[in-house]
């Protein structure tokens, strides 16, 4: 499965290109900024992202990773993700920036 990580040059100013716009929508939602703000579980953060933002959160992962999604990847696919936000401290902290705005 493709990261955020494996992005390199060109590439990735594409990729970034392609998910800003689903990543502000699904951000500046107050139930996914409340639920970034509070001691949710990465799980149970993923789980607020796919009940309001399906298709943003659809668009984000197939762009990340073309693989079909399904009903056993799709969960494992959002949460990996996030973890991969939290564990980069320069994503995260520009997370942590579009939650509050």
């Known amino acids: 499965m493709k ?4 992005y ?3 590439e990735a100013i594409e ?6 716009e689903p990543i502000v929508t699904i ?14 579980t990465i799980a149970e953060k993923a789980k607020v992202i796919l009940k309001t933002h399906k298709k943003e959160a659809c668009e984000i992962l197939t762009r990340i990773d073309p693989t079909p999604i399904d ?4 969960v494992i696919r959002m949460v990996e ?4 936000i939290e ?3 320069d ?10 705005e």
């Open 3 to 6: 990261k955020l990580s494996d």
């Open 8 to 10: 390199k040059g060109e």
């Open 15 to 20: 990729l970034w290109g392609d998910l800003l």
């Open 27 to 40: 951000t500046s939602d107050d139930e996914v900024a409340k639920a970034f703000r509070s001691t949710k």
């Open 71 to 74: 009903g056993l990847n799709i």
């Open 81 to 84: 993700l996030l973890m991969e």
């Open 87 to 89: 564990k980069n401290p």
């Open 91 to 100: 994503l995260k902290d520009f997370f942590s920036l579009a939650e509050t």
